[in-house]
């Protein structure tokens, strides 16, 4: 197996424009997970799927986030509109059964929004 | 508020010594707690986890020991090598619904100097 794949690894886009992040799980894992990293606060988990049903998106920042998992082998984070604060890396990982041990994450995406 | 806390960002340690790497978390229900290791430009990597029940873990050069009446936890690394330089990941989880959905710290960098 590939292991997770994001894309794109770079994304520079400018204020205002709508970016979107890509993540293909690996195949089998029911659990799907789509954290930021940032220098202030570390891994946030901003919103995971089981089975391609999103269950817990308290961690979305604002409403100018969604994500979407319309088949197991695929999700889209989207941001609209985008803002310099949203500059982060953007991870994707999934796991059999929410098993913290059993996470494989993807290599990331690093946003910049100038 | 962070439930999970890392309280040093960096680390630098000798070749051959001892790494220490420290942990906090608030919350007393976790009961699983893991470490996760991130090279640049790589996701993280599952390292080494421990339950509750257990006060210590080891695999090989890798020791996470655990103090539930502090809530505390440390990863030990002896010796230390170049290659263990990377930023290091604490993350706490419960039991929820069946899932165990971990919270992470921000992150220790562990620089190990030849």
């Known amino acids: 197996d590939a292991g997770v794949i994001q894309s794109p690894r770079h994304e520079v886009t400018e204020m205002g424009q709508e970016v979107t992040l890509r993540c293909k799980p690996i195949?089998?894992?029911?659990?799907l997970f789509w954290y930021r990293q940032t220098m202030m606060r570390g891994l946030e988990l901003l919103i995971y799927?089981?089975?391609?049903?999103?269950?817990?998106d308290s961690g979305m920042p604002e409403d100018r986030f969604s994500a979407k998992m319309p088949n197991a082998s695929f999700s889209t984070l989207k941001i609209q509109p985008s803002e310099p604060r949203d500059s982060a890396v953007y991870f994707c990982?999934?796991?059999?059964?929410?098993?913290?041990?059993?996470?494989?994450f993807g290599s990331g995406t690093r946003l910049t929004v100038v | 508020d962070q439930q999970v806390k890392q309280n040093s960002p960096s680390l630098s340690v000798q070749e051959g010594r001892i790494s220490i790497l420290n942990c906090d978390y608030t919350?007393?229900?976790?009961?699983?707690f893991l470490w996760y290791k991130k090279y640049p430009a790589e996701g993280p990597t599952f390292l080494i986890s421990?339950?509750?029940?257990?006060d210590k873990n080891e695999d090989g050069r890798f020791t996470v020991f655990l103090n539930k009446s502090a809530k505390h936890l440390s990863l030990h690394i002896v010796p230390s090598q170049p290659g263990d330089s990377a930023v290091y990941f604490c993350?706490?989880?419960?039991?929820?619904?069946?899932?165990?959905?971990?919270?992470f710290g921000r992150g220790t960098s562990l620089i190990v100097h030849p």
């Open positions: 799927f089981n089975n391609n049903v999103p269950i817990d």
């Open positions: 195949s089998g894992h029911d659990y």
């Open positions: 421990i339950s509750s029940i257990k």
């Open positions: 993350a706490a989880s419960a039991n929820s619904g069946g899932s165990y959905i971990p919270t």
């Open positions: 919350n007393s229900m976790f009961d699983y």
């Open positions: 990982a999934s796991s059999l059964q929410g098993a913290g041990y059993g996470y494989t």
